[in-house]
């Protein structure tokens, strides 16, 4: 999907700079070409040999260097790019964007191009959360520079909280749904633009008493990826979420929840909307006999849990009459006869398109970072290849714009 888009990549001093190679490849795999320039700070932790080694091309670090200069300056390094990509995004190397300075060759790069740009912070929580990197941020924002990530999670530093680089796909989604918007940009508007999409993700959490719940392995993944997606194809998107680590997509309205009954409110609160796609894991059943004081031993038998089912949010969302949204899509998760199965819980719970995919724990889907799926509709099952989390989203969201484009609904074009 990035067939000729040349990317330069600036490659920060972070310890997140090693995930940088493993970027270079995969957008090389989408068909992308990417030319990189590595500080001083970044060669601390990778070499430069490694990185000429996958670009193909010289690792960029010298400013002054007079072979560089005459064979690529600085000015047309960055004009040559369709992207320019920092990737880690350093506090420091945030902090010279946010206020122009150019002292090194990316400073200078950065100051010199006329090209969009996108950086992937990654820093210490305390460092992300300071005051200072927050008002770079919100002047790069104000300049126009896009910002993917910082995920929330486990630091290098041996602290948790937000500041870890975003992973290799979503980083590689990111980019492609920048070049799709860019195509779509100067003759249309973006395809879901006027629309809202309703995304549910993630496990739903059933409270047994105040320190314990019921919960399963979902980690929320592929539903921020699929809500990421359709508010890049324009949707305005709210996201009902059950308890995840991940960082909400940009653009998209969070609404965090807990409990399954919780999530059915805040869905029902939230429509009207045009499209529904329900990927959260939400538990079967709730404990009704849930106590309000913490369950003790007391050496006894162990205590009975009354469970009681839990409301079906998307076969209520599929009957939620002249407030049923156009296009209602619910995920299957099934571990045998996957297709079968799923294809009789389409009809079952009324959806139009059923997502079916395999959970069975030797796929490794529950949790993992791809996904294989079939897409079923009134008759047709296709079944798509293996991609990550955040390929299948964007998938899907552009199979969701089709189905919402003019010509696709028969409507007279202008
Ligand atoms: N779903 C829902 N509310 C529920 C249960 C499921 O909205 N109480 C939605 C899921 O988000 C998914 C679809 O229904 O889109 C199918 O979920 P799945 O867990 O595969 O099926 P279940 O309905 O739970 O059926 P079963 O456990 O019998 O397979």
Same mark, same amino acid.
């Given at each position: 999907m990035l067939t000729d888009k040349r990317i330069l990549m600036i490659i920060g001093?972070?310890?997140?700079?090693?995930k940088s190679l493993e970027l270079i490849r995969r957008l090389q795999d989408e068909g992308a070409s990417v030319r990189a320039i590595l500080t001083e700070g970044g060669s601390k932790f990778i070499t430069p040999l490694s990185v000429s080694s996958l670009t193909g091309d010289k690792c960029y670090m010298d400013l002054f260097s007079l072979t560089d200069e005459a064979e690529m300056g600085h000015i047309r390094l960055s004009r040559e790019a369709d992207l320019v990509l920092v990737v880690p995004a350093t506090a420091d190397l945030m902090a010279s964007m946010a206020h122009g300075h150019a002292r090194d060759l990316a400073t200078t790069a950065l100051l010199a191009t006329d090209k969009p740009v996108m950086f992937c912070p990654s820093m210490n929580v305390e460092m992300w959360q300071h005051p200072a990197t927050q008002r770079n941020v919100a002047i790069l924002a104000g300049d126009g520079i896009t910002q993917i990530g910082p995920e929330a999670g486990d630091l290098a530093c041996g602290e948790v909280g937000s500041g870890r680089l975003s992973e290799v796909p979503a980083i590689v989604d990111a980019v492609t749904a920048f070049f799709l918007n860019q195509a779509a940009e100067p003759t249309t508007d973006k395809p879901l633009s006027g629309r809202h999409a309703l995304v549910t993700a993630g496990p739903t959490w059933e409270a047994i008493d105040p320190v314990r719940y019921i919960a399963n392995h979902s980690s929320g993944r592929q539903g921020y990826a699929i809500a990421g997606a359709l508010a890049q194809l324009g949707a305005r998107t709210t996201l009902v979420s059950g308890p995840t680590n991940m960082s909400p997509p940009a653009g998209v309205k969070i609404i965090n929840i807990q409990s399954a009954r919780e999530m059915q409110a805040a869905c029902q609160e939230s429509l009207p909307a045009d499209i529904a796609v329900c990927v959260a894991a939400v538990a079967d059943w709730y404990v009704a006999?849930?106590?309000?004081s913490k369950v003790k031993k007391n050496g006894g038998p162990p205590p009975t849990l009354e469970l009681v089912e839990n409301p079906d949010i998307l076969a209520g969302l599929c009957k939620? *009459?002249?407030?049923?949204?156009e296009l209602v899509v619910g995920f299957a998760a099934e571990t045998d006869h996957v297709v079968e199965y799923a294809t009789a819980k389409r009809r079952r719970k009324g959806c139009d398109w059923i997502v079916a995919n395999d959970v069975s724990?030797?796929?490794?889907?529950?949790? *993992?970072?791809n996904n294989t799926v079939h897409l079923i509709s009134d008759g047709a099952v296709e079944d798509w290849p293996e991609g990550t989390k955040e390929a299948i989203g964007l998938q899907l969201a552009q199979r969701i714009a089709q189905h919402f484009a003019p010509e696709a609904k028969g409507e007279a074009k202008s």
């Open positions: 001093g972070g310890i997140a700079a090693y006999n849930e106590t309000t939620s *009459g002249d407030m049923r949204p724990p030797a796929t490794g889907i529950m949790g *993992g970072a």
